[in-house]
């Protein structure tokens, strides 16, 4: 029980990988997929690619914006605000889906006052520094802070595709980013990002595959946590059953939990008793 997350969260990035070099469409497109330990690179590090994927610059596939933070210190920015804003305090959470709502919102005033932009439904939010790797899909228009790069995918490139991507990427971009304490992915190094990039109806495939996969995963997941809150039940129900007498085959004559309580209260009224006598 204790090693199947490990498991899972193995299995999960193994699927992920496996789906973003080929693998899972290899009968589908009748070719060999490709050995890489990401499908994201910053510039031109590999060459290897499946037949018809071709290693393309992320910035011809998608329009790349940045976000920023209306200032906090000017409550006018954030009265009423209606504005969904991501921000790291989203992020875990959206990690990998679609999110919908934000916990911080600004109001349009302090989206006009600052370097914020409005983003539409379908762009793909890439954590590039303190949580980095961590992408969501924007659900609807909403804005994000400046700790993220934002991604609206053109015609060739599936926003889900790319999210899945980025998820199997994570490793790797955080081992090229720079800094020691906190690692970051800075504008110059965003824009030199190269995507391994199959055709767009395998892109669509590869995610219709991938989705089943780990909605099967999921299942398994929710039978676990399940399975594991009765476990941890099970002592203080084992307990319980004790007290009641309904473990073993109870005589006429024995008692439950009650009567040993009276009994138990009974002998400490005798021994305080005895006490007493004994001081005087």
Not at 151 to 160: A, E, L, P, R, S
Request: net charge positive; with cysteine; hydrophobic share 40%.
């Amino acid at each position: 029980m204790d090693k199947i997350p490990d498991l899972l969260a193995k299995f999960r990035q193994s699927v992920l990988t496996q789906a973003v070099t080929g693998k899972l469409t290899e009968d589908w497109r009748g070719s060999k997929s490709v050995d890489l330990v990401s499908p994201i690179t910053i510039g031109n590090l590999f060459v290897s690619k499946p037949e018809s994927w071709q290693w393309e610059k992320l910035i011809s596939l998608a329009k790349l914006e940045s976000g920023h933070t209306p200032r906090k210190s000017n409550s006018t920015y954030w009265e009423g605000g209606d504005v969904p804003w991501i921000s790291l305090q989203d992020i875990r959470a959206a990690h990998g889906r679609v999110i919908n709502d934000t916990k911080l919102k600004p109001n349009m005033k302090g989206i006009n006052n600052s370097s914020a932009r409005i983003l539409p439904q379908g762009t793909v939010c890439f954590s590039r520094d303190i949580s980095v790797g961590f992408t969501t899909i924007m659900g609807r228009e909403m804005a994000t802070t400046q700790h993220f790069a934002n991604w609206i995918c053109k015609d060739f490139i599936y926003n889900k595709y790319l999210l899945y991507a980025f998820m199997a990427a994570r490793n790797f971009l955080i081992g090229s980013g720079q800094g020691t304490t906190v690692k970051t992915i800075y504008m110059p190094a965003l824009r030199e990002l190269m995507l391994m990039t199959p055709p767009i109806k395998e892109q669509q495939e590869i995610v219709s595959r991938l989705e089943s996969l780990t909605a099967k995963v999921d299942a398994i997941e929710t039978q676990y946590k399940n399975l594991k809150e009765k476990i941890d039940q099970l002592p203080q129900a084992v307990l319980a059953e004790a007290f009641q007498g309904e473990l073993v085959e109870q005589l006429p004559d024995d008692g439950d939990a009650r009567d040993l309580l009276a009994e138990i209260k009974k002998k400490r009224v005798q021994k305080n008793l005895k006490k007493k006598s004994q001081q005087r």
